[in-house]
T-cell receptor, first 111, second 113 residues
């Protein structure tokens, strides 16, 4: 039981490049979330998926797209990366009781 | 939407002393208040949580208190140890917003041996 896994762990992009961050959970949870973490700003919700086949915008969705591929997987895509998207990205999945489990994070740098 | 404020942003204590971190929230509909510990290079881990029908919850050296009237909740760590050094985040959540979690900005706790 790995919980929540994320790939890659580190990534460097040039401005304008695209990439997809992958997330998977093996806890059979319905909901999955993507957050970004910036110094002094805590965790901010980018997008979430309350169940397979549904996605909704969070607090900071601009510049991102998501896909809930199946119950296990929720990917985050940057179509045209910008330096403002330099951040640490966390995928998370809450249980039905609300306890949220986080992945190890992806550290992204956009130059 | 919900606004969660957390204080202090940094906290240093001597080993064995207590540490207290405080959070306030704005949405009276929030009903779930977790606390997370984040060690360097890792994702946040849930350490304790409290729901709005409870005023206090304790787990060994960690306790959380909730005052719904004043809309604030606090994390208390007693007999601190060096391994307690980390960044701690509070959060608030409500089913009214699709179970979205709103996080505080974090407290960097340093326990000095």
């Amino acid at each position: 039981n790995a919980g929540v896994t994320q790939t890659p762990k580190f990534q460097v992009l040039k401005t304008g490049q695209s990439m997809t961050l992958q997330c998977a959970q093996d806890m059979n949870h319905n909901s999955m979330y993507w957050y970004r973490q910036d110094p002094g700003m805590g965790l901010r919700l980018i997008y979430y998926s309350a169940s397979e086949g549904t996605t909704d915008k969070g607090e900071v969705p601009n510049g991102y797209n998501v896909s809930r591929l199946n119950k296990r997987e929720f990917s985050l895509r940057l179509e045209s990366a910008a330096p403002s998207q330099t951040s640490v990205y966390f995928c998370a999945s809450p249980s039905s009781g609300g306890e949220q489990y986080f992945g190890p994070g992806t550290r992204l740098t956009v130059t | 939407g919900e606004n969660v404020e957390q204080h202090p942003s940094t906290l240093s204590v001597q080993e064995g002393d207590s540490a207290v971190i405080k959070c306030t929230y704005s949405d009276s509909a929030s009903n779930y208040f977790p606390w997370y510990k984040q060690e360097l290079g890792k994702g946040p881990q849930l350490i304790i949580d409290i729901r709005s029908n409870v005023g206090e919850k304790k787990d060994q050296r960690i306790a959380v208190t909730l005052n719904k009237t004043a809309k604030h909740f606090s994390l208390h760590i007693t007999e601190t140890q060096p391994e307690d050094s980390a960044v701690y985040f509070c959060a608030a959540s409500t089913k009214n917003t699709g179970n979205q979690f709103y996080f505080g900005t974090g407290t960097s706790l340093t326990v000095i041996p």
